[in-house]
T-cell receptor
């Protein structure tokens, strides 16, 4: 069974440019999470979806970050415009039963 | 302070046992998890323990939970170089929804 797939793996952009990340969760998983992991830190939740509904987005900086999960499957996370402080690894995870979440390999974003 | 706290580094010799410790704050946490993150990779769920258990063993891994002290530990027996990674403790807070909350991670270094 394929795991959580994220793309791209790496992205380097200049500040003020837009960037988007894509996540394909494990088939049948209705819960999808986006986390941000800064260097030397643990992952921090940005947003959680139950099917296509965002049920927890209190940590998402809404002035520049947006996310969507059309049809309750794939999801995209967008930053516009990017700032230097947005450099981090963006992790997507999905879960079905409420006991464990499976993570993708992440997208490493570098803003220069 | 952080909700989940871990020591940042642990160095062990190959073949020895490793013990990674974690303290958490929410006494009503229902599940506690250990994740492993290898360089450039996402998080891999190693094991989890339900809060009504004191111990769980899975091959080389032993999880001990002290609810009174809100202390969780992960013991890796016969540590191998392939165990070198960052280990994250995570809790599922009370309230029903599954949102893993992570510590900063413990970097385990295994040397010959």
């Amino acid at each position: 069974e394929a795991g959580v797939v994220q793309s791209p793996r790496y992205k380097i952009i200049e500040k003020k440019q837009p960037v988007a990340f894509w996540c394909n969760p494990i088939s049948g998983h209705n819960t999808l999470y986006w986390y941000r992991q800064n260097l030397g830190q643990g992952p921090e939740l940005l947003i959680r979806y139950e099917n296509e509904e965002a049920v927890d987005d209190s940590q998402l900086p809404k002035d520049r970050f947006s996310a969507e999960r059309l049809k309750g499957v794939d999801s995209t996370l967008k930053i516009q415009p990017a700032e230097l402080g947005d450099s981090a690894v963006y992790l997507c995870a999905s879960s079905h039963r409420e006991t464990e979440a499976f993570f993708g390999q992440g997208t490493r974003l570098t803003v220069v | 302070g952080e909700d989940v706290e871990q020591s940042l580094f642990l160095s062990v010799r190959e073949g020895d046992s490793s013990v990674i410790n974690c303290t958490y704050t929410d006494s009503s946490s229902t599940y506690l998890y250990w994740y492993k993150q290898e360089p450039g990779a996402g998080l891999q769920l190693l094991t989890y323990i339900f809060s009504n258990m004191d111990m769980k063993q899975d091959q080389r891994l032993t999880v001990l939970l002290n609810k009174k002290d809100k202390h969780l530990s992960l013991r890796i027996a016969d540590t191998q170089t392939g165990d070198s990674a960052i280990y994250f403790c995570a809790e599922r807070k009370s309230g029903g929804s599954y949102i893993p909350t992570f510590g900063r991670g413990t970097s385990l270094i295994v040397h010959p």
